[in-house]
């Protein structure tokens, strides 16, 4: 990963193919087979980028990817600085709470 100076960042070409494997789900034995590398060094990667943007699991990782799809495209990405409600801990916000819905049930009118 580097960081540009407008406060942007840039995936290498590894970090992009092991993040499109993670995107589709794709278990870390598979993803290692496909790119013909080590488990571990899939795990190494996954740490890394989860390390680099603040977040805790692989979910959040995958969350953050289709959340910024021109990461997966190699082009520079703006990884959304924290909120002022912002409970985490990382150097970056990365997961944007989704509008919340609230269900209403509504009566059928009579016949």
């Known amino acids: ?11 290498g070409t590894r970090e992009i193919a092991v993040l499109r494997e993670l995107v ?8 290692a087979g496909q790119l013909d590398i080590e488990t571990a060094t899939v795990k190494s990667y996954v ?4 390390a680099e943007l603040g977040l805790a699991t692989r979910a959040e990782l995958t969350t953050w990817a289709f959340q910024h ?7 520079p990405v703006d990884p959304a600085p924290h909120t ?6 990382g ?3 990365s997961i ?7 269900l ?4 059928p009118k009579a016949a």
């Open 24 to 31: 589709r789900a794709r278990t870390f034995k598979r993803i």
């Open 69 to 75: 799809p021109e990461a997966l495209r190699g082009q």
């Open 47 to 50: 740490g890394a980028l989860c």
């Open 91 to 93: 150097p970056y916000c």
């Open 104 to 107: 209403v049930w509504v009566q």
């Open 1 to 11: 990963m580097k960081h540009l100076s407008n406060s942007q960042i840039e995936l």
């Open 96 to 102: 944007v709470n989704p509008p919340r819905f609230q």
């Open 84 to 89: 002022p409600d912002c409970a985490c801990d």
